[in-house]
């Protein structure tokens, strides 16, 4: 069997792991060909939620505060991440399909100009 020569490992941060109520804050990706990184892709993402839940904030040290000042619009990021996996097979750093589906949601939902 074959296996891509490039390819894409992502990981993500989201509050809840509740797919209606979830809200996406970060992403991390690394572009290989072979065993190489050849590229990079880390945002964070200021939703302009009002509250993160304080396990949340135990579990990724990601605050409301480092969001406002780091964070691009979920607009942005969508653009960002669609253009950085175009046309590369993806692999999810957790192995979990949630993330996939999450991933898929953000980068296909239609959102206002």
Do not use: C, W
């Amino acid at each position: 069997m074959d296996y891509p020569h490039e390819y894409i490992i992502f990981d993500m941060e989201v509050t809840e792991y509740r797919f209606n109520t979830d809200v996406f804050v970060q992403f991390s990706a690394r572009k290989y060909s072979g065993n190489e990184v050849i590229d990079k892709l880390d945002i964070l993402v200021n939703n302009q939620t009002n509250d993160l839940p304080e396990s949340f904030i135990k579990r990724t040290r990601i605050t409301k505060g480092l969001l406002k000042s780091k964070g691009i619009s979920i607009l942005e990021a969508k653009h960002k991440i669609s253009e950085f996996i175009a046309g590369y097979p993806l692999i999810s750093y957790k192995g979990d399909f949630y993330f996939f589906k999450m991933l898929k949601f953000i980068v296909e939902k239609p959102l206002p100009n």
